[in-house]
């Protein structure tokens, strides 16, 4: 019974990304644009005037911060990368490495970004997973 339910909320996430996706190019406000600018509330771990990091509301580990960009520009995806975004990759990154610090992680952590629909990224505003906490498997998935 558990296999089925694993299969099911596979492409219940497969459809989430699929769905996700056509809606990329719009320039509406994604969810995290609404948590930045405050109006929809989060667990804030992490801010500075470029990088907001906070809890994931469905976290995967003991640890599961996500951390974004404050502005998108266009930063919808790591496949969209442009020379342009090199510090705020950059930026992210080392936000990465200071919340796994105060969380207490630096000893074993995984970022994980997802890329695409064949990636099941579900918000299209470039964002990091930060996971911790417990053992990490590989192969990931």
């Not at 995806?77 to 705020?88: F, S, Y």
Request: glycine share 8%; hydrophobic share 45%.
């Amino acid at each position: 019974m558990r296999a089925i339910s694993r299969i099911s909320a596979t492409n219940d996430e497969e459809a989430s990304a699929r769905e996700a996706a056509a809606t990329t190019d719009t320039g509406a406000p994604t969810i995290f644009d609404k948590i930045i600018a405050k109006e929809i509330p989060s667990t804030i771990v992490y801010e500075d005037d470029k990088v907001l990091a906070f809890r994931d509301i469905n976290p995967e580990a003991p640890v599961h911060v996500l951390v974004i960009p404050k502005f998108r520009d266009g930063l919808t995806q790591l496949g969209k990368a442009e020379a342009r975004h090199w510090d705020i990759l950059g930026e992210l990154l080392y936000a990465a490495k200071i919340v796994a610090e105060k969380e207490g992680i630096l000893d074993g952590f995984r970022v994980v970004i997802n890329s695409g629909p064949a990636a099941c990224q579900s918000v299209y505003h470039l964002h990091l997973h930060l996971l911790g906490g417990r053992q990490m498997k590989w192969p990931p998935g």
